[in-house]
């Protein structure tokens, strides 16, 4: 064995399963029904992570309602839609439309009001909404969005026919995602493994957290080969290293990564502070209309 092969085989740590879970059914916004598998009641929180929505149906009675106005304070919010399309709007006059393949990134920081609204009436509405907790140093940041429709999200080739759609962090081979983020330094990965059972690899840095959802086929995850099913979330323990594969029949599976923070967390609804103290002041301030554009 060649030296150098020695010493990446020393230093690598692949990530092992430690929990899956299939979420809870929930319903939130206006009667917008959706699975719920972080910030429920078996897995609260994986820092950074404070919640991990998934809505998929194609009967309207199940998300017309949408999400009317509310507000977000202390951390970010990303929606990440695979059909369908969604308008949001905001009390500083930001406005525009999530498509099929695109994100929206929104830094809430000191305070937002917005609505996510479905922008159809009819048909197939699928996607993500992930929370991601800010530092304390950074939950008072002016609100920002990044946002990217599909054309501008860079796709990797993987050697078995799949493709790696990388919206935020760098694979192993240098395709970076176009979300910028030096809060947590998420990497945030849609992957597809052709039916070779080709493993794919990605290295993620010691001190985040991570997780797998299975949007179709099974993944085996690490040395142990331990399944994650369809529509189940798994949760990886310490490592640097991802090492998975598909079964006979490919998969597609999001890869969330992201550094804990290891703070206190202060949350009721859609707020997330450190502390009840600040808790109770951005109830406060929301109250008093002092979110977001109309007194920046
Ligand atoms: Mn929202």
Redesign the pocket.
Do not use: K, L, Y
């Given at each position: 064995m060649a030296k150098q092969d020695t010493i990446e085989n020393h230093d690598r740590k692949i990530r092992e399963l430690t929990q899956t879970t299939s979420g809870y059914p929930t319903s939130d916004g206006q009667n917008v029904q959706l699975i719920r598998y972080i910030g429920a009641q078996n897995i609260n929180l994986i820092d950074p992570f404070l919640l991990f929505d998934v809505f998929q149906s194609d009967k309207p009675s199940d998300y017309l309602g949408g999400?009317p106005d509310?507000p977000?304070r202390g951390f970010e919010?990303v929606t990440y839609l695979l059909a369908g399309r969604m308008r949001h709007k905001d009390n500083a006059s930001h406005e525009g439309v999530i498509e099929a393949g695109g994100v929206q990134w929104m830094t809430a920081g000191r305070g937002i009001v917005?609505s996510?609204m479905p922008e159809q009436k009819n048909g197939l509405l699928r996607g993500f909404q992930l929370w991601i907790n800010l530092p304390g140093s950074k939950k008072m940041v002016k609100p920002s969005y990044q946002e990217f429709s599909a054309a501008y999200i860079p796709s990797e080739r993987v050697s078995d026919g799949g493709s790696i759609k990388v919206i935020s962090g760098c694979t192993s081979n240098g395709t970076r995602g176009p979300i910028n983020n030096p809060y947590t330094e998420p990497i945030f990965l849609d992957i597809h493994l052709g039916p070779a059972e080709q493993p794919f690899e990605q290295n993620i840095p010691d001190d985040h957290n991570s997780f797998l959802y299975v949007i179709h086929g099974t993944l085996l995850t690490g040395m142990s080969r331990s399944p994650v099913g369809k529509e189940e979330l798994g949760i990886l323990g310490n490592g640097n290293h991802v090492y998975v594969s598909g079964g006979k029949e490919g998969a597609r599976f999001l890869l969330i990564t992201g550094k804990r923070l290891n703070e206190p967390v202060a949350r009721s609804g859609?707020f997330v502070m450190n502390t009840r103290e600040e808790l109770y002041e951005a109830f406060q301030d929301y109250r008093n209309g002092n979110f977001g554009g109309r007194n920046p």
């Open positions: 999400f509310h977000h919010t917005h996510e859609p």
